[in-house]
């Protein structure tokens, strides 16, 4: 087996080097004006925001689904315990409370 020369070493460095330049300016990306920004957080971050939004009046959360945003419509609320309804805005009456938090 032969030894690689000193030569060699410098051209795996350099092609290592442009290899890893290549994959960080594919990630990244240009932005307008050439700054520099993440796609796909700054997506992440907007359907976030969508979510957040949606009203489930105190008693409830709204999840981020991708099946769901995809059709266009809002993300439905998962409501609390003893609340129903398209918004959880409505007292089920036949439900048992804990107000103590014991088990």
């Not at 690689?4 to 890893?20: D, E, G, H, K, T």
């Not at 981020?64 to 609390?80: A, F, I, M, S, Y």
Request: charged letters at 15%.
């Amino acid at each position: 087996m032969a030894k690689l020369q000193p030569s060699s070493y410098v051209l795996c460095l350099a092609f290592s080097v442009a290899v890893n330049l290549y994959l960080i300016f594919n990630l990244y990306g240009h932005g307008a004006g050439g700054q520099w920004e993440l796609s796909w957080s700054r997506r992440a971050a907007e359907e976030a925001e969508h979510v957040a939004a949606v009203p489930c009046s105190g008693h409830g959360r709204a999840y981020l689904d991708g099946l769901v945003l995809d059709d266009g419509k809002q993300p439905g609320c998962e409501c609390n315990s003893c609340f129903g309804g398209s918004n959880c805005s409505q007292f089920l009456t036949d439900c048992e409370s804990n107000a103590d938090g014991d088990i």
